[in-house]
């Protein structure tokens, strides 16, 4: 199994521009998430699913939108990217609670905006 | 207020040697779940242990072990017998069950350091 996969890698934007980071878990879990890490900040909540067609807001949505239209894909969109949003990005998925204990990380995106 | 507080920015330890992370934390939820990862410098977060609020045992997992004191809110990292390839970032983590959702706040992490 790939677990939870992440595209790109690595990704430089000018300021303005739009794009989408990628999401996908093959484990068929119900609940997906996006996280940004900044230094010394930790990883913040950017927006949350406990299901195909169901999104909600976490600590930090403002500049990002999602959507979930199928169990494996969760895509991030950056709708005007701005120096702020340089981060490193993670998305992550566990079956809903109860029963589940942890979450599965994907390895990362880091993001640099110009 | 922050949910979960790391006061050691960096900790260093002896290779070998027993080492305890300090996490506390700040909920009015009877029913929380309290997490470790450990980022190495590759970046990925890797799932150490997990204590959930009504568990009566300390959680342990190889030689990562959770000494959860719930009065004094607090959820340490006991890493025994430590080992080079343990250098690395380590967060602490909560997610608030009310919410239904598995999400988790994490604390702003501590930097270990094994010395040979």
């Known amino acids: 199994n790939a677990g939870v996969t992440q595209t790109p890698k690595f990704q430089v934007l000018k300021t303005g521009q739009s794009m989408t980071l990628q999401c996908a878990q093959d484990m068929n879990h119900e609940y997906m998430s996006w996280y940004r890490q900044d230094p010394g900040m930790g990883l913040r909540l950017i927006h949350y699913?406990?299901?195909?067609?169901?999104?909600d807001q976490g600590e930090v949505p403002n500049g990002y939108n999602v959507s979930r239209s199928t169990t494996e894909d969760f895509p991030l969109r950056l709708l005007s990217a701005a120096p702020s949003q340089t981060s490193v990005y993670f998305c992550?998925?566990?079956?809903?609670?109860?029963?589940?204990?942890?979450?599965?990380f994907g390895p990362g995106t880091r993001l640099t905006v110009l | 207020a922050q949910k979960i507080t790391q006061t050691q920015p960096g900790m260093f330890v002896q290779e070998k040697e027993a080492v305890t992370l300090d996490c506390t934390y700040d909920t009015s939820d009877q029913s929380y779940g309290l997490f470790w990862y450990k980022q190495p410098s590759s970046g990925e977060m890797i799932f150490l242990i997990y204590q959930g609020s009504y568990d009566e045992q300390n959680a342990t997992e190889g030689r990562y072990s959770l000494n959860f004191q719930k009065a004094r809110k607090s959820a340490n990292l006991v890493i025994s017998a430590s080992q080079l390839g343990d250098s690395a970032m380590y967060f602490c983590a909560m997610r608030e069950e009310q919410t239904g959702a598995n999400n988790l706040f994490f604390g702003t992490g501590t930097r270990l350091t094994v010395i040979p």
């Open positions: 699913s406990v299901g195909a067609g169901i999104t």
């Open positions: 992550a998925s566990s079956p809903t609670y109860p029963g589940s204990d942890t979450q599965y």
